[in-house]
Nanobody, 116 residues
């Protein structure tokens, strides 16, 4: 599966962004979809995941401020981020984890910059 992320940009603190990830080459119906982020000098960290049945998981640092959703018909996953903080600045990566063998696929990343 190939993943194409978009929607990043520069936003002021308190603002909102919606990231989108469109998949091709396979149906995401069989994948746990997620968003991860990596800030300069830091390891890549989980932001949110959504399972094939729609169950969601959020990092504590973003809980209550982000919403992950998936549209299997459109083969895409989205991340709505509200009340953004400067510490949310990072490159955000879309991921797809194949359910039966846990193989990960990654998108190219989209930059999110939150100014104070």
């Amino acid at each position: 599966v190939q993943l194409q992320a978009s929607g990043g940009g520069l936003v002021q603190a308190g603002g909102s962004l919606r990231l989108s990830c469109v998949a091709s080459g396979a149906s995401i119906s069989f994948y746990v979809m997620g968003w991860y982020r990596q800030a300069p000098g830091n390891q890549r960290e989980l932001v949110a995941t959504i399972g094939t049945g729609g169950n969601v998981n959020y990092a504590e640092s973003v809980k209550g401020r982000v919403t992950i959703s998936r549209d299997n018909a459109k083969n895409m996953v989205s991340l709505l981020m509200d009340s953004l903080k400067p510490e949310d600045t990072a490159v955000y990566f879309c991921s797809a984890r194949r359910r039966w063998d846990n193989i990960f696929y990654w998108g190219q990343g989209t930059q999110v910059t939150v100014s104070s």
